[in-house]
């Protein structure tokens, strides 16, 4: 099971909360259902004889979290259907049904009355915090995803329309999270992926349980990432510092071949002596091998000094030749 589907089901067991958090994310569920089953009427519900289609969706989370929802908030005499996957089609798809005075007293009591451009509009807004995180939990349930941690943060919402993406915008902004947008396809996405605000996400919606598991794994990447750029910085200094090591003793046989290192002074002919008995030593090291010892920027100069040598020598060479 993916992580996404995981948070899911775990939304699906809520029990909790007021008859006013239930009712909005009830709500939710019905605005943001999938509508792929079939041709709906002007009123966004398909008749099937005496009977309306509620609700219509190969999610079983969500149609089990509606119908409980239904029954639990209004006591409806609704039904729960499954239709399992005929021929081309590899899921089963789960129908809530309800008389058509059942079905308008419902829509009513969720302020869903206008249907337009294939969603429904709820235009009441939500005056509690705990009700805009219900509300939010049935947008997730209902077109959601979020990513496996393991390998990506992002946590998405599609949504049917431009208005509704604006809402899911507006609302998460109000919950304290920084929403972006895009299209895709005929769908508007609205997205995050801020790995922070992904667990306060998944905390607003009251997925404990996965919140969890997100941090765990959140840290053991974070960890990984941390001992991976140490080891990249590491091995970047050892090249560099190899690299330096190279030149200076290319420029110290260079001298030593041209006029030999006795032409130097005693504190050069030291440091190169030193630099060509130990090639792999850091300046510190370097500085501890002389008599006196000296400190890394004193190595450091006596070296420099030694490549402005060989340069010089180089020049001359090339001037004769």
């Not at 709906?40 to 149609?63: H, K, L, P, Y």
């Not at 119908?67 to 609704?78: M, N, Q, S």
């Not at 010089?312 to 001037?319: D, F, N, P």
Request: glycine share 8%.
């Amino acid at each position: 099971m993916s992580f996404s589907s995981e948070v899911k089901e775990e939304l699906s067991r809520q029990t909790g909360g007021g008859r006013h958090c239930q009712i909005a994310e009830l709500t939710s569920l019905f605005l943001f259902q999938d509508r792929t089953a079939g041709k709906t009427g002007a009123d966004g519900r398909q008749a099937d004889g005496e009977e309306v289609v509620m609700m219509d969706t190969e999610n079983s989370f969500v149609a089990d979290r509606a119908f409980r929802l239904i029954r639990r908030c209004f006591r409806e005499p609704v039904r729960l259907e499954r239709q399992d996957g005929g021929k081309g089609r590899k899921t089963s798809r789960f129908r809530i049904l309800a008389g058509k005075d059942r079905a308008d007293a419902l829509l009513q009591a969720l302020h869903l009355e206008e249907f337009r451009e294939g969603v429904w509009i709820h235009q009441v807004p939500l005056q509690r915090g705990c009700c805009r995180r219900a509300f939010l939990r049935g947008c997730f349930l209902s077109s959601g995803g979020i990513s496996d941690p393991d390998r990506s943060y992002q946590f998405e919402i599609l949504c049917g329309t431009a208005y509704q993406a604006e809402q899911v915008s507006v609302l998460l902004d109000v919950l304290g999270i920084r929403p972006g947008t895009f299209r895709r396809r005929n769908y508007f996405v609205v997205y995050v992926k801020d790995s922070e605000e992904i667990g306060s996400l998944l905390g607003l919606m009251d997925a404990r349980v996965s919140l969890l598991n997100y941090e765990n794994i959140r840290v053991v990447r974070e960890v990984r990432g941390n001992v991976n750029r140490r080891v990249n910085c590491e091995t970047a200094n050892i090249e560099k510092t190899a690299g330096a090591a190279a030149r200076q003793i290319e420029d110290i046989l260079y001298i030593n071949r041209i006029i030999g290192l006795s032409k130097l002074s005693n504190r050069l002919d030291e440091i190169a002596e030193v630099r060509l008995q130990y090639p792999t030593a850091t300046l510190q090291e370097l500085g501890t091998y002389l008599d006196p010892p000296v400190g890394k920027s004193g190595v450091n100069h006596r070296l420099r000094k030694l490549s402005a040598i060989a340069d010089r020598l180089r020049e001359t060479h090339e001037e004769e030749t």
